[in-house]
């Protein structure tokens, strides 16, 4: 028996992994976005002449999103892929985010708030596959946060 008859006890199976998938294939069923998803920044405080004194900006599964600065509201659709994106950053915020509690240094009651000494303060929340979470500037420094969406809020802001 050879060792590459299935039967032989040194058969080896390999799989295939898609790491950039096309346009055709992006849409599986195995979508990466659960549909619960809804992800929010907020800023506030700092030295509002030069940017605004508060910001909100709320993204959902669908890529739907809402940015209200000052008080003025836009919205807008993100693509797919940036969904996409921005589900995989929350993933690795969230494993950094549990990792900083398991170390015992975040929301540890005592507040360093930025916007207490004219810095800008941050906030992000957010729902995925049930689960809720919640990260801020004045709980942690420096503070697990998920980059792509100031990446999303800074391109949809200029």
Not at 11 to 16: E, M, S
Not at 81 to 94: M, N
Not at 108 to 117: E, P, Q, Y
Not at 142 to 153: S, T
Request: charged content about 20%; glycine content about 6%.
């Amino acid at each position: 028996m050879s060792a590459l008859e299935p039967g032989s006890q040194h058969t080896t199976t390999f799989g295939v992994v898609a790491v950039n998938p096309d346009a055709s294939t992006a849409h599986s069923t195995i979508d990466p976005v659960p549909t619960d998803l809804r992800v929010e920044r907020r800023t506030w405080g700092g030295m509002c002449a030069s940017g605004p004194c508060e910001s909100r900006l709320t993204v959902v599964a669908d890529g739907t999103w809402v940015l209200v600065v000052n008080g003025k509201r836009t919205t807008g659709t993100l693509a797919h892929q940036q969904v996409v994106a921005l589900t995989y950053d929350l993933r690795v915020t969230q494993a950094r985010v549990d990792q900083a509690r398991k170390a015992h240094v975040l929301a540890t009651g005592k507040a360093d708030c930025a916007a207490d000494h004219d810095g800008t303060s941050a906030s992000y929340t957010w729902t995925m596959r049930g689960r809720s979470e919640s990260v801020s500037s004045c709980d942690q420094r420096p503070m697990p946060a998920p980059v792509e969406l100031d990446r999303i809020a800074d391109s949809i802001s200029h």
